[in-house]
């Protein structure tokens, strides 16, 4: 009993120091991933991966192109009357404009002090850019009870590959989470394919191939990350 008495604090001050150092690794560990969602007009979700205290690897996709679609539901209608000829006339677009994009970035961070970071980084990245646009037109001339229908439809697919930089501000609102904003820059190779059709036209098909060279300045971005 008396070794228990002598033991006893000495076991539970050793138990107590192994977990709060298991803990505080735990913690450490955790904090070297991060989900970052872009919040501004974009659909942008990105992985952040700290390696080492002041570099960070970050895999980015871009798929703002999933809700860009506009489709005129209602059928526009105009009506043209003149003392001899009445014109009528019903026209429908749709149009659709996807774009999805992927890339790797190298970060590193320069910390100002405990909450507020700044960073710069750079990598590769590869985007795929789909571009359509359909109308129907139908037209009648009550003169010469005519009925003219027109059906024109533009494909245009870019491919492109590149190389982006970046320069941002992070700044901590709690343990885990973060606010951040960037500028962003890049230039790349593109490959862009268009063809058409047009019913009425002499020419229905069309179909050419260009290469392009884009140099581009993104607009400031604003996200939330949260490090876990």
């Given at each position: ?27 450490q ?57 009445t ?9 659709s404009n ?11 961070f ?8 700044s ?17 129907w ?14 059906y ?7 491919w ?17 989470i973060?606010l ?18 047009a019913?009425?036209?002499?020419f229905?098909?069309?179909e050419?191939?260009i290469?392009?060279w ?13 490090y876990?």
């Amino acid at each position: 009993m008396k070794l228990l008495k002598i033991y006893f604090p000495l076991l539970t001050s050793f138990f107590y120091s192994f977990v709060c150092y298991s803990q505080s690794d735990t913690t450490q560990a955790d904090y070297k991933h991060a989900i970052q969602f872009y919040v501004i007009d974009e659909i942008i979700a990105a992985y952040k991966y700290n390696f080492a205290e002041n570099s960070a690897f970050r895999f980015v996709i871009n798929a703002t192109g999933l809700y860009n679609d506009k489709d005129s539901d209602e059928i526009e209608y105009r009506e043209q009357i003149s003392d001899t000829v009445t014109f009528y006339e019903n026209y429908q677009t749709i149009r659709s404009n996807q774009y999805f994009e992927v890339k790797c970035q190298y970060l590193f961070f320069i910390d100002f002090n405990e909450i507020v970071k700044s960073y710069i980084g750079a990598g590769p990245f590869i985007s795929y850019q789909f571009n359509q646009d359909e109308s129907w037109r139908e037209s009648f001339y009550s003169n010469s009870q005519d009925i003219h229908k027109g059906y024109w439809r533009m494909n245009e697919n870019i491919w492109s590959v590149g190389f982006s930089a970046v320069i941002g501000l992070e700044c901590k609102v709690f343990d885990n989470i973060c606010l951040f904003t960037e500028y962003e820059g890049f230039v790349s190779r593109g490959w862009q394919t268009n063809d058409w059709f047009a019913s009425n036209s002499t020419f229905n098909t069309n179909e050419y191939d260009i290469e392009i060279w884009t140099y581009e300045l993104k607009g400031l971005r604003i996200g939330l990350g949260i490090y876990f």
